[in-house]
């Protein structure tokens, strides 16, 4: 048995060999700390990406001003239907010329108000909560998409510069019949407008 130590002997000595190695020509610790050409270009492309993506979110944050809603934009979901509450009689009111804010409230399974009719390139600044279940709020060809959520007002700016109509449609799973939950926004042109505009 003791003749068949040899092949543990064996590894010994082939360390000392790699002991004697570096000492040889100082070549092979380098070779350890060599990056290959194109990894050491990947790496960096890596931090790279890295940095825009947090950059990104300092300026999204900072600059732009997208930052989570805080209180002001929470709403206790049982007072929803309240009097005094801009949810009981939601809709959409003028604020000056061009501009105007609508207030929605979704509930299983529909939006109110169902429809409003607003000048071409009205400004509407939206204001959407939920008196129930988790929603969603999506208006057609425009960048408006948000979730609503119990508890919370989403708030959201549009202009639209587009005459014709556009379906909000909940994009959440709420329950049987949240396929049918939807409601709509007529964009008139401006000879609309002033046909409107008499009616008041
Ligand atoms: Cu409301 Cu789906």
């Given at each position: 048995m003791s003749e068949q130590t040899n092949p543990i002997e064996d590894p010994v000595v082939e360390e000392a060999q790699d002991q004697s190695a570096p000492v040889e020509g100082g070549l092979s610790e380098d070779a350890h700390l060599h990056i290959d050409k194109y990894e050491s270009m990947w790496l960096k492309i890596a931090f790279i990406i890295m940095g825009v993506f947090f950059l990104s979110v300092i300026v999204s944050s900072f600059?732009?001003?997208?930052q989570l809603p805080g209180a002001?934009?929470?709403?206790d979901p049982t007072t929803v239907?309240?009097?005094?509450?801009?949810?009981?009689?939601?809709g959409l009111r003028e604020l000056a010329p061009g501009k105007y804010e609508a207030y929605y409230r979704a509930q299983i399974w529909q939006f109110t108000p169902r429809e409003i009719h607003v000048p071409l390139g009205a400004e509407v600044s939206f204001y959407v909560t939920s008196q129930d279940v988790m929603h969603g709020f999506k208006i057609s060809d425009t960048n408006v998409n948000v979730m609503v959520i119990p508890g919370q007002v989403s708030t959201l700016k549009h202009t639209f510069d587009k005459p014709g109509e556009y379906k909000i449609i909940c994009?959440?799973?709420?329950?049987?019949l949240h396929h049918t939950m939807y409601a709509q926004i007529f964009v008139d042109e401006p000879t609309e407008e002033v046909a409107s505009g008499a009616q008041n």
């Open positions: 600059a732009i001003g997208i002001y934009a929470r709403i239907n309240d009097p005094g509450s801009p949810f009981a009689e939601p994009h959440e799973y709420c329950g049987q």
